[in-house]
């Protein structure tokens, strides 16, 4: 990213160019100030700041600001670094966090919006016609299939979840046109996964896929929500990426919730009402 701006300094206006020193001078600190003292140390207006993150292809300073926090974050020490048996608690700890939040930056900055947007549209569609909507997961990402449907049930949206192959399959052979599927794979390439993708899409259902970028998987559903983190033997490799697929998941059900709009408002405050009243003083 710091590349790109260097490069670009000499299509730039005077005064915008003072702003790219400025960042390319100290990177992680342009991410953290605001417009005001950012315009008064590169001596230019706050215009001008908007003005350079726009000519350089972003919508304004937030977006610019957001982005470059990603691309520091990601610079960050250990990230990509596998534990040792010789690292200390300490150094476990940052290790660990490092890579999971590099994780979440690599998929904010390289996600598709327009993919997400369908996905909830469709996930939506299915819940407002009473139709079927399923999530399958093995392994780890049964675990994230189980949370999917907690989630959406606490939107007052009814579904299944199954971790087992055979039910995934025998699920998939019941789903229809209307329907809707969420299968989710880190690997994407898990055979009972792969068949229930199959089934369900050939009976007519929508089939949404949660995995990597070029995996069998990805291209077995309509729509492909690409989550990539890579396998490897590391001990905190699965934690990452069932925590990366649970953000995807968090992602839809608010997308899904704010599509329902207000429909859901008096279930969601009936259902706290409730949770509220069964615990104790």
């Given at each position: 990213m710091l590349e790109r701006i260097r490069a670009s300094l000499p299509s730039l206006a005077p005064a915008e160019q003072r702003v790219a020193r400025l960042v390319l001078e100290d990177a992680r600190t342009f991410a953290t100030l605001p417009v005001t003292e950012l315009a008064d140390r590169a001596h230019v207006s706050k215009p001008t700041v908007v003005r350079f993150c726009r000519s350089i292809g972003y919508d304004g300073l937030a977006d610019f600001k957001l982005k470059l926090a990603g691309s520091v974050?990601?610079?960050?020490?250990?990230?990509?670094?596998?534990?040792?048996?010789?690292?200390?608690?300490?150094?476990?700890?940052?290790?660990?966090?490092?890579?999971?939040?590099?994780?979440?930056l690599r998929y904010r900055n390289e996600a598709s919006t327009a993919m997400l947007e369908r996905a909830a549209a469709s996930l939506a569609a299915t819940y407002q016609t009473g139709r079927r909507i399923e999530f399958y997961g093995a392994g780890n990402s049964g675990i994230v299939a189980q949370d999917a449907q907690h989630k959406f049930f606490r939107l007052g949206i009814t579904s299944i979840a199954y971790s087992d192959g055979h039910m995934q399959v025998m699920g998939a052979t019941l789903l229809g046109p209307g329907d809707c599927v969420v299968i989710i794979s880190n690997s994407g390439r898990t055979r009972d996964l792969m068949d229930a993708a199959d089934i369900a899409r050939r009976n007519g259902a929508t089939t949404i896929v949660i995995t990597a970028s070029g995996s069998p998987l990805a291209a077995a559903g309509h729509i492909h929500l690409a989550?990539?983190?890579?396998e490897g033997y590391d001990r905190y490799s699965p934690m990452v990426s069932r925590l990366l697929h649970l953000m995807v998941i968090d992602i839809l059900a608010t997308c899904v919730a704010l599509r329902i709009g207000s429909p859901l408002q008096p279930r969601l405050q009936q259902m706290k009402a409730n949770l509220r009243s069964k615990r104790y003083a």
């Open positions: 974050s990601e610079g960050v020490p250990f990230v990509h670094r596998s534990v040792d048996t010789d690292d200390k608690t300490g150094d476990v700890m940052v290790k660990v966090i490092d890579n999971t939040v590099a994780a979440f989550a990539d983190h890579p």
